[in-house]
């Protein structure tokens, strides 16, 4: 099947802290793993992508693991700022041209 | 830097009537899509296109839906006969001809359904 589950649905953080966001997928043949941001009323933002062949990428304050034989991926924020507020979707790429998108976690980063 | 850019941002419409919604991806891109999100929700796929072919269609996008693009430059959604349920943001998103890429988004079309 198709179907990207997304953990936890909210989360609240104090700024400075760390904030983590949990994907599993559930198509083994998923080879692209992207991350956006959303802004009320925007479009999402790509943020981070990571490909199948590579298990961690790093940028800046974010980053993204993944484990392919648990189908698994994560996205990792540190010393969280209140701008890092907004709607985060993790996303999987299906060999089938289809862009699957998470359920979403709504980030409050609290000053 | 080169956009998506969609028309119209907004757009009223009564039940029943028919919606066309409008994209220009971005110029060397090759594969086209267009999504949806209800209010509060997530984003939702409808349909992928390529070499002026639906690639593939989730179970929203039924007979009631199509897509076109009918000259070099325009991707376009129709509505046939519209349902309050439609009422969501439409993004159109387009990527270049790699296996797997970044989607770039559009701004959305608000869809307003009375």
């Known amino acids: 099947g198709e179907n990207v589950e997304q953990h936890p649905s909210t989360l609240s953080v104090q700024e400075g802290d760390s904030a983590v966001i949990k994907c599993t997928y559930s198509d083994s043949a998923s080879n692209y793993f992207p991350w956006y941001k959303q802004e009320l009323g925007k479009r999402p933002q790509l943020i981070i992508d990571?490909?199948?062949?590579?298990g961690e990428k790093k940028d800046q304050r974010i980053a993204v693991t993944l484990n392919k034989t648990a189908k698994h991926f994560s996205l990792h924020i540190t010393e969280t700022q209140p701008e890092d507020s907004a709607v985060y979707f993790c996303a999987a790429f299906l060999n089938t041209d289809k862009l699957i998108f998470g359920t979403g976690t709504r980030l409050q980063v609290f000053p | 830097e080169p956009e998506v850019t969609q028309t119209p941002s907004h757009q009223v419409t009564q039940m029943g009537q028919e919606v066309i919604l409008r994209c220009v991806p971005i110029?060397?891109?090759?594969?086209f899509y267009w999504y949806r999100q209800i209010l509060g929700q997530k984003v939702e796929f409808l349909v992928s296109f390529y070499n002026n072919e639906i690639s593939e269609k989730s179970e929203i996008f039924d007979d009631q839906f199509s897509v076109e693009r009918p000259d070099g430059s325009n991707f376009t959604l129709k509505i046939r006969s519209t349902k309050l349920e439609d009422s969501a943001m439409y993004f159109c998103?387009?990527?270049?001809?790699?296996?797997?890429?970044?989607?770039?988004f559009g701004e959305g079309s608000r869809l307003t359904v009375l």
């Open positions: 998103a387009s990527r270049a001809g790699a296996p797997t890429g970044e989607l770039f």
């Open positions: 990571i490909r199948s062949n590579v």
């Open positions: 110029s060397n891109h090759l594969y």
